[in-house]
């Protein structure tokens, strides 16, 4: 049983600045992390075309695309495979900035990530499958029904499948704690998101995010 469960969207910048906190924590603390899927395509899938625009809708379907692959490579593979495919595709959309390559040219983008993540490039050949949608619906579905609607990514659950266990969207931060810093932030977080009654903690000012 993984200590954490993270829920990501590729294409998200804020999951990934939180997930490379996360990696941060479970390399100083030994956790176990199991990296699970929520979808902004279907989050999103009822907005309305003045807020969804084409732009808007076709990054999120090429982080579909790409979580396909990803649905396809943890069946074959397990957790790891999608640990180092994540770390892949969001070393590429993020800190490479290559976001138009994602929407533009997204079967050769998973191929190159694949590659990178030392897997099989022929895992790519999934991104059009819709065969995989119900599992990334059926995900999505549950890491809703922890933290309510209305949120996006990450979502992350603290130690699960234990009695105690509970799951919070966030935190979201705009650049990637290390060190002290980083098991300062996450014990003060998890003391927050396991604290029973607590629901909600938030501002919206926002810098802007740094992947470095």
Not at 96 to 101: F, I, L
Not at 126 to 155: F, N
Not at 171 to 191: F, K
Request: proline share 4%.
């Amino acid at each position: 049983m993984a200590d954490v469960e993270f829920f990501f969207d590729p294409v998200c910048p804020w999951a990934w600045i939180t997930s490379r906190w996360v990696v941060e924590v479970q390399q100083l603390r030994s956790y176990d992390v199991e990296w699970r899927f929520i979808c902004l395509a279907v989050l999103n899938e009822q907005q309305t075309a003045e807020w969804y625009t084409p732009e808007y809708r076709r990054g999120h379907m090429a982080g579909m695309e790409c979580l396909r692959v990803a649905d396809a490579v943890r069946v074959a593979e397990g957790n790891g495979a999608v640990d180092r495919l994540y770390t892949a595709y969001g070393t590429g959309i993020h800190v490479e900035r290559r976001r138009d390559a994602v929407r533009g040219d997204t079967h050769a983008f998973i191929a190159d990530s694949l590659e990178r993540a030392g897997l099989d490039r022929g895992f790519a050949d999934q991104w059009e499958d819709t065969s995989h949608d119900e599992h990334l619906r059926a995900e999505t579905a549950v890491a809703l029904e922890r933290t309510g609607k209305d949120v996006g990514t990450p979502i992350i659950t603290f130690r699960a499948g234990q009695p105690d266990a509970s799951s919070f969207f966030g935190p979201v931060i705009a650049r990637i704690p290390r060190g002290d810093e980083a098991l300062r932030l996450w014990d003060a977080v998890e003391v927050i998101a396991t604290t029973s009654g607590m629901a909600e903690l938030k501002r919206s000012l926002r810098e802007a995010p740094s992947f470095d």
